[in-house]
């Protein structure tokens, strides 16, 4: 019996991780131990919920308007009980979160084999996203199995000089939760206010965006939505309380948007696939909408997601006011541009992911995704 312990701390971690807890708990020869930190608490807990998922040990270490030096030495030495108390064969981390680099760190330094999940996305700029990009790297260097969502990501990882053997290509796994989270009779009270309007979904958090380069953004999106009557935008907030005060003082008053309280992943699924068009600087969110061939504005300077980009479904605007003004202008006035960007595609899976990481696990192989032989 192998024992893989899964520990995770944020909203995208959870949604991406626990569709693989539910497949390795389906495994025979797989113990399955979960350990959340709760970098984030009631975004966590949400997805938690969602998923079924019932962790057994629950750090507790977010605090209002924590600072990176709180999350890394609120996770060290509590992660360092848990993992003594288990000794797991293997721990799984996800991303590029600061759970998941302290959890590596503390792995590392326990000799704890570490597998990454979407493991060898880059920018190679430790400044953008900061502190992701560093987290990512520094994961990299520690793990014993890097799960890379696509070939891209796996050359990546044999640029930087890790070995072939210890990389699998399985796609995303967010593509597996969403097999189950589309409905075509979908209902809620936000898409009746929407009604036979164009539906803008809007999404911001990024840390190295709050201040300045957030109220730009916010700033054209209110400018492009008053000279449109015929869009309302839809903005589920993230918890961040910069992020809402600058939302509120930008936003607040604008009658063609909504901003409302983080929703379910499913009901974002939902939202996203009725979508005209996104605005966002999350990650995830650029993996979805290509899917439902939802194009979006990437509201940063770098993304590290540059197979939709390749796609046609992802366009890269920064953040400066006058760039996302045109950029979404354009997008709702000009057709053409418009359906250049809109068709669906799945760069990143095929939605059995889970599947290919379990079977690594448990036998030591599985079969590629999206390697041509
Ligand atoms: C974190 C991750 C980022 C990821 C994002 C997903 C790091 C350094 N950053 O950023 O990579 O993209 O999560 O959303 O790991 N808050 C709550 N309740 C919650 C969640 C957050 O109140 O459920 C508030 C707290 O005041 C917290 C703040 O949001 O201090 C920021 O949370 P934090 O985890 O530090 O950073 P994120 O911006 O969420
Ligand atoms: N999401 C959600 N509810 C929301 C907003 C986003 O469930 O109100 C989901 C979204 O579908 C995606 C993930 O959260 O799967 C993205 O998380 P976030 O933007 O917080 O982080 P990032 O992906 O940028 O790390």
Redesign the pocket.
Known sequence: MKKVMAVFG???EA??ICPLVKEMKSRQSLEVVVCVTAQHRQ?LD??LRTFDVVPDYDLNIMKDRQTLFDITANIILAIKEVLEAEKPDVVLVH???STAFVTALACFYLRIPVGHVEAGLRTYDIYSPFP?EFNREAVSIISQYHFAPTPLARQNLLNEGKKAESIFVTGNT?ID?MRHTVRPDYHHPELDWVGDHRLIFI?A??RENIGLPMRHMFRAIRRVLEEHPDCRAVY???MNPEVRLAADEELGDCDRIHII?????F???NF?ARSYLCL?????????CPSFGVPVIVMRDTTERPEGVEAGTLKLAGTDEETIYRTFKLLLEDENEYNRMSHACNPYGDGHACKRIADILEFGTYEPWGMTP
Request: glycine share 8%; aromatic share 0%; with cysteine.
């Open positions: 944020t909203r995208p949604i991406k975004m949400q997805v991303g590029d979160t992701e967010v939760a999404t958090h990024r589920p907030i993230h309280e983080p929703i379910e992943v009901d974002c699924h996203e966002t600087d999350s990650g995830g969110i650029q993996e979805e």
